[in-house]
């Protein structure tokens, strides 16, 4: 299964972003970022599932909240930037 | 001596909901360190965080929970707030009540200070002190309690925060007093940050605070964040960048339970409960001869000072205490505020209610008051 990972600057960024998905009835886990997606060290991310990527995106949009990053998870684990442009 | 009758509430309120010192005890061994891992104890104390920023959000109305900010006392947030703000030679009007916590750090940070010094219990005068003042020219910034922690004398900070909106000098407001007991609106009032201790009207634990803030993200500590830690300085954003170091996840945990408790009974009613049992102590005492009371039946909290004609303010506090009565004697930290009323060389007696007194309290507080005059 296809999960997003939407990568935040902080935990608390994080908690806000799973808590306005949460309000919008998509399930969001938060959790710390994978190394190799980080860039400034250490930082959390918004995992979710990757049926929910479109209107989580809205949720987020809407509430004020984008994220600094957007990464595809396959189900073989690798990862691969999502971009909403493309 | 064991104090049944604990008075000293502006000082910290001893009687806490009993459910604080059960999640302070639950949180050792339990919560780990917010924001500095991914397994479930580090989890978890990011939730309990999180929560508690929420239900602080939730009272002073701050829009953003990344806004609020735990600090360990309401000295440390205002400290914050002042060296933000407040640079050698700034020239920083203050009200005529306020505490070292405001003047020592206003002091050493080399500001000018201007006493904008007005009537005790006259939320006019304030106005026109502040008015006045600030229409004279050049403050670069205002800060001012929002109740003084000696008489409970209410100032008018919405007033004082329009006139601050209105010529755009930035605000600090110390809440330290009416925090829990009174309305307070961060987004409506427009303040810069308001600052207030998480164990008085808040109920949580000693060593817990809050501070209410604007993008303003140059702290007085640096170090680790468990954010942004490939970069030399703090990250410039919040709560992140004015949060160095491990927090105190037992105070945490325990402030929020405290909030929990002032959301349910509402700041309306424990403010108005406070005021009612004030109201009685400042009558009955007023009564007796030889008592002078501070007091006056509008904007004042639950706090009251009063003076004995034949005995000194530590005598008193000392015999109160010798039947069980715990209240403060002295100039409480705010010699300002006893230089503006008149009681700086005898200094005063304080009573201090919370939601946890009764009218028992008080009338015990009335009963040895009036023997001691006697004698």
């Given at each position: 299964m296809l999960n997003y990972l939407l990568i935040c600057r902080s935990v608390t960024y994080a908690q806000?972003?799973?808590?306005?998905?949460?309000?919008?009835?998509?399930?969001?886990?938060?959790?710390?970022?994978?190394?190799?997606?980080?860039?400034?060290?250490c930082s959390y991310c918004v995992r979710i599932p990757g049926r929910h990527m479109t209107e989580a995106l809205v949720a987020i949009k809407n509430a004020g909240l984008p994220p600094a990053r957007v990464f595809a998870q396959s189900e073989n684990g690798l990862f691969g930037e999502f971009s909403d442009e493309e | 001596m064991k104090n049944n009758v604990y008075l000293d509430n502006a000082a910290t309120t001893l009687i806490k909901p009993r459910a604080v010192a059960a999640a302070m005890k639950n949180a050792v061994g339990t919560l780990a360190s917010p924001g500095r891992g991914g397994h479930a104890a580090s989890m978890r104390a990011a939730e309990i965080a999180f929560d508690c920023r929420?239900?602080?959000?939730?009272?002073?109305?701050?829009?953003?929970?990344?806004?609020?900010?735990?600090?360990?006392?309401?000295?440390?947030?205002?400290?914050?707030?002042?060296?933000?703000?407040?640079?050698?030679?700034?020239?920083v009007l203050v009200s005529g009540y306020?505490?070292?916590s405001v003047m020592r750090p206003l002091r050493a940070a080399g500001a000018e200070l201007i006493i904008a010094r007005s009537e005790l219990f006259e939320p006019e005068s304030a106005v026109?002190?502040?008015?006045?003042?600030?229409?004279?020219?050049?403050?670069?910034?205002?800060?001012?309690?929002?109740?003084?922690?000696?008489?409970?004398?209410?100032?008018?900070?919405?007033?004082?925060?329009?006139?601050?909106?209105?010529?755009?000098?930035?605000?600090?407001?110390?809440?330290?007093?009416?925090?829990?007991?009174?309305?307070?609106?961060?987004?409506?009032?427009?303040?810069?940050?308001?600052?207030?201790?998480?164990?008085?009207?808040?109920?949580?634990?000693?060593?817990?605070?809050?501070?209410?803030?604007?993008?303003?993200?140059?702290?007085?500590?640096?170090?680790?964040?468990?954010?942004?830690?490939?970069?030399?300085?703090m990250p410039d954003f919040l709560p992140d960048g004015l949060e160095a170091g491990t927090h105190n996840m037992p105070g945490i945990a325990g402030l929020r339970e405290g909030l929990k408790f002032v959301?349910?009974?509402?700041?309306?009613?424990?403010?108005?409960?406070?005021?009612?049992?004030?109201?009685?102590?400042?009558?009955?005492?007023?009564?007796?001869p030889g008592v002078t009371v501070f007091g006056s039946d509008r904007a004042q909290g639950g706090v009251l000072s009063f003076t004995l004609e034949n005995l000194g303010c530590e005598d008193i506090a000392e015999r109160l205490n010798e039947r069980g009565i715990a209240v403060r004697a002295g100039l409480h930290c705010a010699p300002e505020a006893h230089r503006t009323a008149g009681t700086i060389s005898r200094g005063t007696v304080r009573a201090?209610?919370?939601?946890?007194?009764?009218?028992?309290?008080?009338?015990?507080?009335?009963?040895?008051?009036?023997?001691?005059?006697?004698?």
């Open positions: 806000r972003t799973a808590r306005a998905l949460d309000r919008t009835g998509i399930t969001a886990v938060v959790t710390r970022t994978p190394k190799e997606l980080t860039i400034d060290g | 929420e239900l602080a959000a939730q009272l002073f109305n701050v829009s953003d929970p990344s806004n609020v900010i735990f600090t360990s006392n309401a000295t440390h947030g205002l400290n914050i707030a002042v060296k933000a703000l407040a640079k050698r030679g700034s020239r306020e505490h070292n026109f002190e502040f008015e006045r003042r600030l229409d004279a020219g050049g403050i670069d910034l205002v800060v001012t309690t929002a109740m003084s922690n000696v008489f409970g004398f209410i100032l008018p900070v919405e007033r004082v925060a329009a006139l601050c909106r209105e010529r755009g000098v930035p605000l600090i407001i110390d809440a330290s007093q009416s925090a829990g007991s009174l309305p307070l609106d961060f987004d409506a009032l427009g303040a810069d940050f308001i600052a207030m201790p998480g164990h008085k009207g808040l109920y949580g634990p000693q060593g817990t605070g809050l501070l209410l803030c604007r993008d303003y993200t140059d702290g007085i500590i640096q170090g680790g964040s468990g954010s942004n830690s490939l970069s030399d300085t959301l349910s009974r509402g700041v309306a009613q424990i403010g108005a409960h406070a005021a009612r049992l004030i109201s009685i102590a400042r009558r009955e005492l007023a009564s007796v201090s209610v919370s939601a946890f007194n009764t009218e028992r309290d008080i009338a015990k507080l009335i009963s040895v008051v009036k023997r001691l005059q006697k004698f």
